[in-house]
């Protein structure tokens, strides 16, 4: 098995999780890009340009934010990388870091229940049952989207696993 990228002390578990979390959000974003490309996974009654530059950028964002997960057990994640203006060689306040990540994990959660909510109750424009129209349909969404279930929690588990890490050890320079 490779070794995964993570700092020293780093439990294994969570360099795992934190590698996990862009994985878990990628299905979703593949179904957005082919449903932006006009595969046949949903109905869209009026596809714009407007609509497509959401998708497109909606998958964008959060693969980004998801990869943010990965600064919580490397090197980036203590020490801002030299490239950045401003900020670049300054240490990463473990409590800032951990309070975004924890509230970003609040957030995914909300968003996780409402989520479950609107497909289970079946309302909304965008729920599945308007979305979809054959059952093949309904199983691939549901398979690409259930994943993201997943990026709460374990944004939470790798968020607590950085702050007790960097609570017990000083900063590196």
């Known amino acids: 098995m490779t070794k995964l990228k993570a700092l020293p002390g780093v439990p294994r578990w969570a ?3 934190a590698h996990a979390v ?4 990628l299905p979703s974003g593949l179904w957005r890009v082919a449903l932006t490309f006009g595969a046949p996974v949903a109905r869209v009654d ?3 340009l407007g609509l497509a530059a959401y998708q497109l950028g909606l998958t964008v964002l959060a693969e980004l ?3 943010l997960t990965l600064g919580l057990v490397r090197e980036w994640g203590e020490v801002f990388p030299r490239r ?3 900020l670049g060689g300054r240490p990463v ?3 800032g870091a951990t ?3 924890l509230a970003g994990a609040f957030g995914l959660a909300a968003l996780s229940c409402w989520f479950v909510y609107v497909v289970h109750a079946g309302i909304g424009p965008a729920s599945p049952d308007n979305l979809v129209v054959s059952p093949l349909q309904q199983t691939v969404l549901r398979a690409c989207y259930l994943p993201l279930l997943a990026w709460a929690p374990l944004l939470t588990a790798v968020a607590i696993a950085y702050h007790r890490r960097r609570r017990s050890t000083p900063t590196r320079p």
Do not use: E, N, S, Y
Request: aromatic fraction near 10%; charge should be neutral.
């Open 65 to 67: 934010l998801a990869l």
């Open 84 to 86: 950045l203006p401003f």
């Open 22 to 25: 862009p994985l878990v959000v």
């Open 46 to 48: 009026d596809p714009t």
């Open 15 to 17: 360099a795992i999780a």
């Open 93 to 95: 306040g473990a409590r």
């Open 99 to 101: 309070f975004a990540a």
